[in-house]
Each structure stands twice: as structure tokens, then as C-alpha cells.
């Protein structure tokens, strides 16, 4: 486990020596997007409470149950774009994905 929440981290970077994390708290931080992320091992990535607009760069969490994102800060009339190569990796084992609190509307 990996505890980088409440901080004023704004790039996720220099995780390399995690490869076998399984958890990952980046909550209330000011991350705007997600890097390609080399984690094979990793089930649960906690970003609520960021600024990112996208959910990408996950295509390698192959193991990854759950994905909470809600709640991110971004401008007015602004939605998250889903990539759909990360989405089809997510869907092979995802079993928790909190989008709540970003006014999706589709």
C-alpha cells in the first residue's frame, strides 16, 4: 500500500520500484491525468477529489478491481472522456468503478 493522499502532488511519476503495489491512495491532491501506468499488480487506485479529465494510461493494471475518480475538479462543462483501450482492459476484471459527483450525463 501506497498513502500519497492530501497532498499537492501533481504529476503521478517515479513509480517504477512499485511494480508490485496492489494499492494506490492519490486522493485531494491536483493530479490532471492518469500516465500510462506499468503496474500489473495494482486492484485498487483511489483518485477522487483530482482534476483529471480523462481515464486513460490504465491498459497495464490488468488486475485492477476497483477505480474511484469522483468528485474531480474540473472546468464548467467539462465531462471525463474515457479511452477505450484502457476501458477494454478495465472490463475484463474491474468490480468497483466510483464516478460519482462529476455530472456525467451520458
Known sequence: M?????????V?????FAGLLQYLYLQNNSIKE???LNMPNLKKLFLDDNEISA???????YNLEELTLSRQRL????S???????????SR?????????NGLTD
Do not use: H, K, W
Not at 501506497?2 to 501533481?10: G, K, P, R, V
Not at 503521478?12 to 517504477?16: A, H, M, R, S, V
Not at 481515464?55 to 493494471?61: F, K, T, V, W
Open 93 to 101: 476484471g474491474l468490480q468497483v468503478l466510483d464516478l460519482s459527483g
Open 80 to 90: 471525463l472522456q474515457f479511452d477505450e483501450n484502457t476501458m477494454q482492459t478495465l
Open 75 to 78: 472546468p464548467t462543462f467539462t
Open 2 to 10: 501506497l498513502y500519497l493522499y492530501d497532498n499537492q502532488i501533481e
Open 55 to 61: 481515464i486513460a494510461g490504465l491498459q497495464e493494471c
Open 12 to 16: 503521478i511519476e517515479n513509480l517504477n
Open 34 to 36: 492518469i500516465p500510462r
